[in-house]
């Protein structure tokens, strides 16, 4: 069985090689009517486009993925906070791996970022300068006009704000969530302003989000999120 699955292998190894290396078109010989040739046409090959594609547009993957990775985690990052302080989590975790994945969580997540940002310095097609990239309503990048009001690019700088307000919690979760704990504490309410911040950056901004079933996917997991903060909520006797 090992021997057939090996074979089977490098038979396959060799079609995808054949096909990557060439370029063959199946056409009828004119001499020999019937006669089916193989033609090679001359110029890149498959792999040879897919390797210039892949490095010409590096960045703008980079981008999106990364954008991905931090949605993700992000809203991860927000359910299993809220289920750590209702205790819900503790359900399918111990204490210790259900803080320490929440921690992880939050480190990913802003490295997510991080490289989001990085892709956006080096993209040819929507440039970012880093002090666009630092400082909000730099940009002009798809300037918003609220009722007649031009607010300029306010989905970047929602995205700049975002970025510093996740900052500021995973640092003072690393260095005060046992020193300082009060102060932790209010910094890290920080973390419903940046779900809020980061949801219309990525609605607006999102280049897979402008349409169809990730839009709509994206605002369900966001009104989802929402409705389990006010039980949150709710449970504290806040609201």
């Not at 299993?80 to 111990?94: A, N, P």
């Not at 989001?116 to 440039?127: I, Q, S, W």
């Not at 700088?157 to 996740?166: H, P, R, S």
């Amino acid at each position: 069985m090992r021997k057939f699955i090996v074979a089977l292998f490098i038979v396959g190894l060799s079609f995808t090689s054949l096909f990557f290396v060439a370029q063959p078109v199946f056409a009828e010989s004119p001499a020999n009517p019937g006669t089916i040739v193989v033609q090679t046409i001359p110029g890149p090959t498959v792999a040879q486009k897919l390797a210039d594609r892949t490095k010409s547009s590096w960045s703008w993957y980079l981008v999106r993925g990364a954008g991905f990775v931090a949605a993700a985690a992000l809203v991860v990052l927000m359910l299993s906070g809220m289920g750590l302080v209702t205790g819900f989590t503790f359900r399918f975790l111990e204490p210790l791996t259900a803080w320490a994945t929440h921690r992880a969580l939050g480190i990913v997540f802003g490295i997510s970022i991080l490289l989001h940002m990085l892709g956006l310095f080096f993209d040819h097609f929507v440039p970012f300068n880093l002090v666009q990239l630092l400082v909000p309503w730099v940009s002009d990048y798809k300037p918003v006009t609220i009722f007649g009001v031009n607010v300029g690019s306010l989905y970047v700088a929602l995205g700049v704000l975002a970025f510093y307000g996740v900052a500021l919690v995973i640092l003072t979760s690393l260095l005060w969530v046992e020193k300082k704990p009060y102060l932790w504490k209010l910094v890290h309410l920080l973390s419903y302003l940046v779900m809020i911040f980061v949801f219309i950056h990525a609605l607006y901004l999102g280049t897979d989000l402008t349409h169809g079933v990730l839009r709509w996917a994206w605002i369900a997991t966001g009104f989802g999120v929402a409705g389990v903060v006010l039980y949150r909520l709710w449970r504290a006797k806040t609201v």
